[in-house]
């Protein structure tokens, strides 16, 4: 499985910014995509996830301002942000917990990263 991120950008606080990953391959299904983030020298954390079953987790943080979906067609998994804020700069990770039709067990995948940078 590879994924690859898009959609990342300089914004103005207050704006907005959609990111799109792409999931490519064959013979699997996907349990679950979303999105981390990592700030210059802080740890990766969940901004959102969303399963197949349609269920979605946010950060606490990102509540009420970025919203998930997907487009299961086409393996592809967006996040709108809206309201941004300068807290929000980092480089965003897109995510993917795949299954293999022909094995057990759950893959995890990580897309290259797409830079959000948020100006005041």
């Known amino acids: 499985v590879q994924l690859q991120a898009s959609g990342g950008g300089l914004v103005q606080a207050g704006g907005s910014l959609r990111l799109s990953c792409a999931a490519s391959?064959?013979?699997?299904?996907?349990?679950?995509m979303g999105w981390y983030r990592q700030a210059p020298g802080k740890q990766r954390d969940l901004v959102a996830t969303?399963?197949?079953?349609?269920?979605?987790n946010f950060a606490d943080s990102v509540m009420g301002r970025f919203t998930v979906s997907r487009d299961n067609a086409k393996n592809t998994v967006y996040l709108q942000m809206n309201s941004l804020k300068p807290e929000d700069t980092a480089v965003y990770y897109c995510?993917?917990?795949?299954?293999?039709?022909?094995?057990?067990?759950?893959?995890?995948?990580w897309g290259q990263g797409t830079q959000v940078t948020v100006s005041s």
């Open positions: 995510n993917a917990r795949v299954r293999y039709y022909s094995s057990y067990g759950e893959y995890q995948y």
């Open positions: 969303l399963t197949s079953g349609g269920s979605t």
């Open positions: 391959g064959s013979g699997f299904s996907i349990n679950v």
